[in-house]
């Protein structure tokens, strides 16, 4: 039976990086909301940086059960300086499982 990973900067060291530069006090009037943020990492990292954090994030919501107070508990320990609402955990989710497929294409980009 292997054992699961402690909720540390040093196992989750591309999430720590992510929730510093983007989950940070100042969320709301740099993306909006975290959703928002969520996407706009997803825009702007190149794939060796978009797909670590998405499976970092993966593991960690699975390993607190996506149980929101677990949850914001662990990013918080990661370097996350906002909570999420209930309802944002999973568009964070969807975001993150979309980098995993594909880099999305840039709005705006060619306007």
């Known amino acids: ?3 699961k990973p402690e909720i540390t900067a040093t196992n989750f060291p591309a999430l720590h ?3 510093r530069g983007y989950f940070h006090e100042d969320v709301a009037d740099e993306y909006g ?3 928002e943020a969520a996407d706009q990492f997803c825009e702007d990292a ?3 940086e978009r797909i670590p954090v998405a499976k970092e994030w993966q593991q960690v919501v699975e390993l607190t059960a996506a149980q929101p ?3 914001n508990a662990a990013l918080k320990k990661l370097g996350s300086a906002i909570r999420l609402k209930d309802e944002q955990i999973p568009q964070v989710s969807a975001i993150f499982a ?3 497929a594909v880099k ?3 709005r705006g980009a060619s306007e």
């Open 1 to 3: 039976m292997t054992s």
């Open 17 to 19: 990086t992510f929730l």
């Open 33 to 35: 909301t975290p959703p």
């Open 46 to 48: 190149e794939t060796d």
């Open 69 to 71: 107070l677990a949850l």
């Open 98 to 100: 979309r980098c995993l």
């Open 104 to 106: 999305p294409h840039r």
